[in-house]
């Protein structure tokens, strides 16, 4: 009944904020595991993904979740590099793949706090670290990425901006960005290691992609925490 009531006016799932558990302040919602599988892996609304590129707990996982989740990550990673020069901080990239769900996200443009991401990375960097590290060490070892100490405990990150590197990039992205990118700009037809016809976008360039890619997921969470907000959940 909640979930119905959620789906229908909301984004599919509802919020119960403020609940005392162990003498602390939690936020729980309630959702229909297919809504949350489908916008973990094809980010159709981008708001229950959103949540999950931050550090959270499952608190009933029938599905292994936290395993599904691992699309989601890598394709939230993804999407930041996209988004990034050849060289940034490993505190920075969370900050950008903590953003990514409120880019266009109208609260912040009135009552959110403006340094709320970078509080909420800030806050549990090394919640961030375990969950991103094992994508960042995997891109290190197809090249993708390089990285230097750079003193009082920050790693900087080096990326090749190349052609190949962001086609590899966007081919991370999920099912509903590479498709709208693909209407935007180009694509081909091509063969996975499966034997699947799969999509792939054909791009000009880096900034390309990133400037085509922002706009699409402005335009996902602009929508989504509009309904989010006119149903009050």
């Not at 489908?38 to 993904?49: F, H």
């Not at 960005?177 to 037809?189: F, G, H, P, Q, Y």
């Amino acid at each position: 009944m909640i979930t119905d009531i959620a789906n229908d006016i909301g984004v599919s799932v509802h919020f119960n904020p403020f609940v005392s558990c162990n003498n602390k302040m939690v936020k729980y919602g309630v959702v229909r595991m297919h809504d949350l599988i489908q916008d973990i892996l094809g980010w159709e609304r981008l708001y229950l993904s959103g949540r999950l590129q931050k550090p959270m707990n499952i608190l009933v996982d029938n599905l292994d979740i936290e395993n599904v989740n691992t699309v989601n990550l890598k394709a939230a990673t993804s999407a930041a590099l996209l988004l990034f020069p050849s060289k940034f901080t490993e505190e920075n990239l969370y900050a950008k793949i903590c953003s990514l769900s409120y880019m266009g996200d109208l609260r912040m443009l009135f009552a959110e706090d403006k340094n709320k991401v970078n509080k909420i990375v800030q806050g549990q960097f090394h919640l961030f670290e375990k969950m991103y590290k094992p994508l960042l060490e995997e891109y290190e070892t197809k090249n993708l990425l390089r990285f230097s100490s750079a003193g009082d405990k920050q790693v900087n990150i080096f990326q090749d901006c190349g052609l190949s590197t962001a086609s590899t990039l966007v081919s991370s992205l999920p099912s509903s960005i590479r498709s709208e990118m693909a209407m935007k700009l180009e694509d081909k037809r091509i063969l996975d290691d499966y034997g699947r016809v799969r999509q792939q976008v054909v791009i000009g360039s880096k900034e390309q992609a990133a400037e085509c890619m922002n706009r699409l997921v402005r335009r996902k969470v602009m929508f989504s925490s509009t309904r989010q907000a006119v149903a009050g959940l």
